[in-house]
């Protein structure tokens, strides 16, 4: 056993953390690196043993976590599906007429896609590629283009199916079915701020986001119908087949994802999208993520054992519960620490690693579970758009077609309204607990 104080021990493991995420090593190799030296400090040779015991009991026997690659091969197949395209020309023709319609139909493009897709590269990505170059083209500033699609792909992560809150239940041992009804009406609130902020900066900045040209979208009303409705279809299917059933009571969250992993297929198929090749491409690309997903999960799972072994839990628990204004400045310290976590840490490292940890004084501070989570969930919203992590504006960096000529500063600019409007929800969250907390209470059992 080590002679460490719990202190020392959770600054000197925390401390490393952070130096190791600023080396550029992958998280996965980081975390383990820190927790196998000080398991060993603790229980010698017998960290092996601590290891094996806590993967097998949170990954290799939880059945919920076979729903992970099937919600990636979800979205690894409607990125090539072609799907995106055909919402944005349905779209196009009915807002476009409208200042800040393009950059409102980006978010509405990436709230479905949300609903379809689960993970963000893969929306932050087909919105940089399809919407993006639309709108500069068509005079928009650059920033409220780049930062509309960062916005709306986002949404990925928390509009169910979303692949953080499958991790999320088992760590805060909740329902996925209820985080996943909670976070639905949270998603579409985020979306609705974002999507009133552009019309309303529109309406004051009318020469940032000026319609689309009439002769563009003079397409007679029964055609733009159709055309519209023929492409709300599929992703209405999709998300009832995955959201509906688990609302239903019909199938659990793990069942849900087999069946909109085929519906995917389907629906490629329908688009004269699916071949052989795209078919193994989506299933090697769900290999390789989920590969090194789970080897991010068992580091994880290593580093917090190791941490709450050495007593760092503790001295985190009372240091949270000692924070004057009671309860609500105790919520405050949770949340700005997660806010600067995501500053520099993924959120796989946020949910494996802090989850475990901040639950159980959520739950002693007197907070719902479900409502607690969420809103651990909605911070880490903005762990995406604020850097100098922020993997969604380098994925739009890399992703928008270099001629338009967007910089990094644009995007930056862009996402700064947004990451204001997460914690305007936050807000709202608070006040209104009951926006993330009725539809749950509504499940079918």
């Not at 409208?98 to 963000?120: H, S, W």
């Not at 639905?184 to 009133?196: A, D, I, M, N, R």
């Not at 020469?207 to 119908?225: C, M, Q, S, Y």
């Not at 078919?279 to 580093?303: H, N, Q, W």
Request: aromatic content about 12%; proline content about 6%; hydrophobic content about 60%.
């Amino acid at each position: 056993m080590t002679s460490l104080s719990p202190e020392i021990f959770t600054i000197l493991m925390f401390s490393l953390l952070l130096l190791g995420v600023l080396t550029g090593y992958p998280l996965a190799i980081v975390i383990g690196a820190i927790a196998l030296p000080f398991g060993y400090l603790i229980w010698g040779g017998g960290v092996v043993q601590l290891i094996y015991s806590r993967t097998y009991d949170i990954i290799l026997t939880n059945y919920i976590l076979l729903a992970v690659p099937l919600f990636v091969f979800m979205g690894m197949m409607l990125e090539r599906s072609g799907m995106t395209e055909k919402l944005y020309d349905a779209l196009y023709l009915w807002l476009g007429g409208f200042r800040g319609g393009l950059a409102i139909t980006t978010v509405l493009i990436g709230t479905i896609l949300a609903a379809c897709v689960g993970i963000i590269a893969a929306s932050v990505t087909m919105l940089s590629i399809v919407a993006v170059p639309h709108m500069i083209k068509r005079g928009y500033s650059k920033s409220l283009a780049s930062g509309s699609a960062c916005a709306g792909g986002t949404l990925g992560i928390l509009i169910p199916p979303s692949v953080m809150l499958v991790f999320y239940g088992p760590m805060a041992q909740l329902s996925v079915g209820k985080l996943f009804m909670a976070a639905f009406p949270g998603g579409l609130v985020l979306s609705s701020l974002y999507s009133t902020y552009i019309a309303l900066r529109s309406l004051f900045q009318p020469e940032i986001a000026p319609p689309v040209p009439v002769e563009e979208r003079a397409i007679p009303f029964i055609k733009k119908t159709a055309v519209l409705f023929t492409s709300l279809v599929p992703p209405a299917v999709i998300v009832m087949a995955v959201l509906g059933t688990i609302f239903l009571g019909i199938a659990a969250p793990t069942e849900a994802a087999g069946v909109g992993a085929f519906g995917t297929i389907i629906l490629a198929l329908v688009y004269r999208k699916l071949s052989w090749q795209v078919l193994k491409e989506v299933a090697a690309g769900t290999v390789r993520t989920c590969g090194m997903i789970f080897l991010f999960v068992i580091m994880s799972i290593a580093f917090v054992g190791v941490f709450i072994g050495g007593g760092g839990g503790d001295v985190v628990t009372n240091f949270i519960l000692s924070t004057p204004f009671g309860k609500w400045g105790a919520f405050v310290v949770i949340m700005v620490i997660c806010f600067i976590l995501g500053m520099f840490v993924d959120w796989m490292g946020i949910v494996l690693i802090m989850v475990p940890i901040i639950t159980p004084i959520g739950a002693a501070l007197g907070f719902d579970p479900i409502w607690f989570a969420m809103m651990i969930c909605v911070n880490l919203q903005m762990s995406f758009m604020t850097p100098p992590y922020a993997p969604a504006i380098f994925i739009a960096r890399g992703a928008i077609p270099a001629e338009v000529g967007v910089t990094t500063g644009d995007i930056i600019r862009g996402i700064v309204p947004f990451v204001i409007l997460v914690m305007v929800g936050l807000g709202l969250f608070i006040a209104f607990p009951q926006i993330l907390l009725w539809l749950p209470s509504m499940m079918i059992k």
